[in-house]
């Protein structure tokens, strides 16, 4: 029903930024909780941040606190996630999520709907 398409994804220094975004296709975008993943090379698969669909709710991973910022615009059926001051340790494939629900979204269970990824690789 929902197809999504993640991009922004690069090679960028450390210290530097990235906008990634993501498109969404197929549904009523307003009505789906978006989530944003990593998952780097031996590990598995990480919540970085959530939004709820009308905005009123975000959380962030420990790790990117401070440092991300995941936004939605609905009128435009895109979610967002600006990633700045970025680590050799943010390198991982991100990956956004759509949830026909409102909460148990700090599991990937709660996410029905998954892009194919896109690259983020933070140079030493």
Known sequence: QV???ESGGGLVQTGGSLRLSCAAS???FSRYAMGWFRQAPGKERALVAFVTMASLGTYYADSVKGRFTISRDNAKNTAYLQLNSLKP???AVYYCAASPRNYGLGSDV?????????QVTVSS
Do not use: I, K, N, R
Request: proline share 6%; charged share 15%.
């Open 3 to 5: 197809q999504l398409v």
């Open 26 to 28: 197929g549904g009523t």
């Open 89 to 91: 340790e943010d390198t």
């Open 110 to 118: 709660a996410y029905d709907y998954w892009g194919p990824g896109t």
